[in-house]
């Protein structure tokens, strides 16, 4: 590891794959969490477009790329929150027009389709020193409003309709998630190219939450998962001359069947060890609290869960436990 920092272009290839499996998983966190778990790969295809279009007027790929993305992102969510277009057929108009819009403009440009290679599949190595201040820029970006407003954007990913009843401008933080999404895929696409990218943002959630039980310990965790497969994968890469976007998510991949196997053992043991009977009498209404929809107890209607010292109550499809005057989830 040590001898690969003496090469600057592994220097550049190290930074951007920390920064890269730091900022795809914590956006991919809220696309899992609101089901759109492929709008990294839509995304990545609009990009193209942007990415031909830098080719065509001789700006920055990078760039261009952002604002397309952004564009795109923007036009998705829109037609999934006030259009008829359902959200994956919106999705997939984009998808396909993205694209056959950048191979079109890319043969405008007077460039092969070949040129397009090193932007859909990776090429990390290559990363110049303008490129990394632009992924560190949109990185930084990312992964401060990705953690800074962590409650809004998570109130709006469980539950719109709750989140708006609760004052929270659901249809702002929607488009902030989708236009992050597409400066993620920005960001990613010199790693592990615009086809690839949706795995980096999709496989460290799905492995995370094989062994978590909260949204907070997925987040952090998948993000933990994403640096280790990036920084890995450049590495092996080097070692054993592969690309680098392929090896990065075969190695996200491997992990996922390993903490699969780990999570259902998990799993298990937890129900043999920590048997419970459900308190399942009904009743029609609970009483209300500021801090929580009902209060929990005998009665109240949900599974009663032993866990160590005290009892969670199953609610909402997560376990909730009290302390204090408010409730805990796990």
Known sequence: MVELLVYDFMRRAL?????????????????VQRRLALLGDGIGHIALTGVAL????????????????????????????????SGDVALALLFYGGIAGGVVITGLAGESAATLNS????????V??????????LAVVVLTLAVGLAPQLFAVCQDEEHAEVSGVPVRAYGLLIAVLAA??????????????VSALMVVPVATAQQVTRSFRSTFALAMAI?????????VTSFHVDTAPGPTIVLIALAGFVVAA??????????????????????VDTH???????????????????SHGDHIDYVHGGHRHAAHGSHYDEH
């Open 15 to 31: 930074l951007a794959a920390l920064l890269t499996g730091l900022a795809a998983p914590a956006i991919g966190t809220y696309l």
């Open 54 to 85: 830098g080719l065509l007027t001789g700006r920055a790929p990078l760039l261009t790329a952002v604002i397309v993305a952004a564009l795109g992102a923007a036009i998705i969510e829109l037609l999934r929150a006030y259009g008829r277009t």
């Open 119 to 126: 932007y859909l599949f990776g090429a990390i190595t290559t």
């Open 128 to 137: 110049s020193d303008s490129d990394l201040r632009i992924v560190v820029a």
């Open 183 to 196: 400066v993620t895929v920005t960001v990613s696409m010199r790693t592990v190219g615009l086809l690839l």
């Open 226 to 234: 994403g640096v280790g497969a990036s920084v890995s994968g450049v």
């Open 261 to 282: 196997a780990l999570g259902a053992f998990v799993s298990r043991h937890r129900h043999r060890s920590e048997p419970f009977e459900p308190d399942e009498t009904p």
């Open 287 to 305: 009483d209300l609290s500021e801090s929580h929809p009902h209060e929990h107890g005998p009665g109240c209607g949900h599974v009663a869960v």
